[in-house]
Every structure is written in structure tokens, then in C-alpha cells.
């Protein structure tokens, strides 16, 4: 659908999440704004983090992985709605694919503590950091790392917010195995 919007710009405009469009009832842009895009990099780089994250995530937990994306998409455009009052609209998977990769490695350091592999367990807790210094970076100074931002507004809060939902899926999943047990 991502590729198909971008291909074919009027959809891209009728998906968009545009808040004036959404206070006025288009309430499926909160879901389909995560679906366009600013340009081909940006396409590009936010579909590769979500195909790679997205298998793992919904391999790991094939009965939680459909409700995340909309509960990440959902509380993403409520963030940035609520947040970001300067701008008019967002585009992008980057948010998602932020809850994702919080989500993975969480699962991630959670396997290698249960195996006691701590080498492993110190490799993504390091990445966990990565991504925490990423973060950091980014809302100290307004810019994004890993895509060309021409063209549009980078909207920090997307990734933040993707961040902590990515989080509490990973608490789900762990309350979910320790309750299962």
C-alpha cells in the first residue's frame, strides 16, 4: 500500500495524516498517514526497517503483532496531533518501525538473559543504547539520522512515541509468557 501511494500522488494526499481532515472525520488518516511518504528515500528506508522488524516482531508474536501496528499507528498520530501544533500533517513508517525495533530487542536481551548468554544479552542491550543515543540526538536537535529531511519536517515525537509503545508491547509479551507459564 506504502508503494502504491507513493507511486500514485492523489493517494497519497487522501492518506496523509492531515489534522484539519481528521477533526473533520477522516479518521482513517490516523491509521494511513503511516503509509506515505516524502520521497523515495524516505520510502525506502522506512519499508526496509518495517519489512525486517515487522517479520521478526509478528514472528514472535504472530496473536499481538496485527494489534500493535494499529494500537502504534493510533497512538503515534495522537502524539504528534497532540504535540507537534506548529505542523499541519506527518507522513512516514518511521514511529512504527522505531516500537518495532524497542519491541525486538527487548525481546531480544529478554531471550539471551532466559539462555544466560550474556555476551549476547551485553550486544543488545548495547544496541538498545544505540538506539537511545539516536533518539537523544535527534530531540535535542530537531534533526533525523538515516534519511535526507528535504522537503519536510522531521517530527522527532513520531520516533519518541514510537518508542515507549514499542516498550509496552515488550511488557506485554513478557507478561503475557510469564502468565501462559
Not at 492518506?15 to 523515495?40: K, M, N
Given at each position: 500500500?506504502?508503494?502504491?501511494a507513493?507511486?500514485?500522488?492523489?493517494l497519497t494526499?487522501?492518506?496523509?495524516?492531515?489534522?484539519?481532515s481528521v477533526t473533520?472525520?477522516?479518521w482513517?488518516?490516523?491509521?494511513t498517514?503511516?503509509?506515505?511518504h516524502?520521497?523515495?528515500?524516505?520510502?525506502?528506508?522506512?519499508?526496509?526497517m518495517?519489512?525486517?522488524l515487522?517479520?521478526a516482531?509478528?514472528?514472535?508474536h504472530?496473536?499481538?503483532?496485527?494489534?500493535s501496528?494499529?494500537v502504534?499507528s493510533l497512538?503515534i498520530?495522537?502524539?504528534?496531533?497532540?504535540?507537534c501544533q506548529?505542523v499541519?500533517?506527518?507522513?512516514?513508517?518511521?514511529g512504527i518501525?522505531?516500537g518495532?525495533f524497542?519491541?525486538?530487542i527487548?525481546?531480544?536481551?529478554r531471550?539471551?538473559?532466559a539462555d544466560?548468554?550474556?555476551?549476547?544479552?551485553?550486544?543488545?542491550t548495547a544496541t538498545?543504547m544505540?538506539l537511545?543515543?539516536?533518539l537523544l540526538?535527534?530531540f535535542?536537535?530537531?534533526?533525523?539520522l538515516?534519511v535526507?529531511?528535504?522537503g519536510?519536517k522531521p517530527?522527532?515525537?513520531?520516533?519518541?512515541s514510537?518508542?515507549?509503545?514499542?516498550?509496552?508491547f515488550?511488557?506485554?509479551?513478557?507478561?503475557w509468557?510469564?502468565w501462559?507459564?
Amino acid at each position: 500500500i506504502a508503494i502504491t501511494a507513493y507511486a500514485f500522488p492523489s493517494l497519497t494526499v487522501g492518506f496523509q495524516l492531515d489534522f484539519a481532515s481528521v477533526t473533520s472525520g477522516q479518521w482513517w488518516r490516523l491509521l494511513t498517514g503511516h503509509l506515505t511518504h516524502f520521497g523515495g528515500s524516505h520510502l525506502f528506508w522506512d519499508l526496509l526497517m518495517f519489512v525486517v522488524l515487522g517479520a521478526a516482531c509478528e514472528r514472535q508474536h504472530p496473536k499481538l503483532y496485527a494489534v500493535s501496528l494499529i494500537v502504534m499507528s493510533l497512538g503515534i498520530s495522537a502524539t504528534i496531533i497532540l504535540t507537534c501544533q506548529d505542523v499541519s500533517g506527518y507522513r512516514g513508517l518511521s514511529g512504527i518501525d522505531t516500537g518495532l525495533f524497542v519491541w525486538f530487542i527487548a525481546d531480544q536481551i529478554r531471550q539471551c538473559l532466559a539462555d544466560r548468554d550474556r555476551m549476547f544479552a551485553c550486544f543488545w542491550t548495547a544496541t538498545g543504547m544505540l538506539l537511545i543515543g539516536k533518539l537523544l540526538y535527534e530531540f535535542s536537535t530537531g534533526e533525523i539520522l538515516f534519511v535526507n529531511a528535504d522537503g519536510f519536517k522531521p517530527l522527532v515525537e513520531s520516533h519518541l512515541s514510537g518508542a515507549a509503545l514499542g516498550a509496552v508491547f515488550a511488557g506485554l509479551g513478557i507478561a503475557w509468557r510469564r502468565w501462559k507459564q
